[in-house]
T-cell receptor, first 119, second 108 residues
Framework: EEQLVESGGGLVQPGGSLRLSCAASGFTLSNYEVNWVRQAPGKGLEWVSYISSSGSTKYYADSVKGRFSISRDNNNDSVFLHMDSLRAEDTATYYCAREGPYQVLFTLWGQGTQATVSS | EIVLTQSPGTLSLSPGESATLSCRASQSVRSNYLAWYQQRPGQTPRLLLFSASTRATGIPDRFTGSGSGTDFTLIISSLEPEDFAVYYC??????????FGQGTKVEI
């Protein structure tokens, strides 16, 4: 069975940092474009970031540009989201999502990891 | 930026009834690149339909999508207990377009 597994969430103070990880089982993640999508408590879905299969192309939502950085390690079949200068409004469940066959069409989602920004 | 507006916000129905969900775009959706996702309570979203009407793998045929241009509809015929969830529409095909609607909750 194909699965995505996120990790790395937790409680952090405003201005702090977190590094989220996304790993795959049942398929080779390095063959796919990957996105991060977040969902604030009781709210809808918000696209956050995209990385191409090679890692050469990256995009960010305006709300996180300059603070978040997406990367991948294809040797270890993982994708990361490094989040700096965190704000209360970044509190959310963060999902990694596999894309295809169209850009930002999400065919497989992970179970999510919770990031809470609070003092 | 295309804005997707879903209606109604909440649908209160009983098992066996049909649900009609609407998604309206502020501009025409190119190539009918419109997807629907389902999110059951406490669960991760899953892709239901893409290209407005094509069911994803494993999605039962009681889920039917239609529409073009700016108006799209998801019909769930004969609701099963597991269909009570939040449904999101999404315009895909480009990073600039990957926005979601605000969601419609289908509740008992």
């Amino acid at each position: 069975e194909e699965q995505l597994v996120e990790s790395g969430g937790g409680l952090v103070q405003p201005g702090g940092s977190l590094r989220l990880s996304c790993a795959a089982s049942g398929f080779t993640l390095s063959n796919y474009e990957v996105n991060w999508v977040r969902q604030a408590p009781g709210k809808g879905l918000e696209w956050v970031s995209y990385i191409s299969s090679s890692g050469s192309t990256k995009y960010y939502a305006d709300s996180v540009k300059g603070r978040f950085s997406i990367s991948r390690d294809n040797n270890n079949d993982s994708v990361f989201l490094h989040m700096d200068s965190l704000r209360a409004e970044d509190t959310a469940t963060y999902y990694c999502a596999r894309e295809g066959p169209y850009q930002v069409l999400f065919t497989l989602w992970g179970q999510g990891t919770q990031a809470t920004v609070s003092s | 930026e295309i804005v997707l507006t879903q209606s109604p916000g909440t649908l209160s129905l009983s098992p066996g009834e049909s649900a009609t969900l609407s998604c309206r775009a502020s501009q025409s959706v190119r190539s009918n690149y419109l997807a629907w996702y389902q999110q059951r309570p406490g669960q991760t979203p899953r892709l239901l339909l893409f290209s407005a009407s094509t069911r994803a793998t494993g999605i039962p045929d009681r889920f039917t999508g239609s529409g073009s241009g700016t108006d799209f509809t998801l019909i769930i015929s004969s609701l099963e207990p597991e269909d009570f969830a939040v449904y999101y529409c999404q315009h895909y095909g480009s990073i600039l377009l990957g926005t979601f609607g605000q969601g419609t909750k289908v509740e008992i």
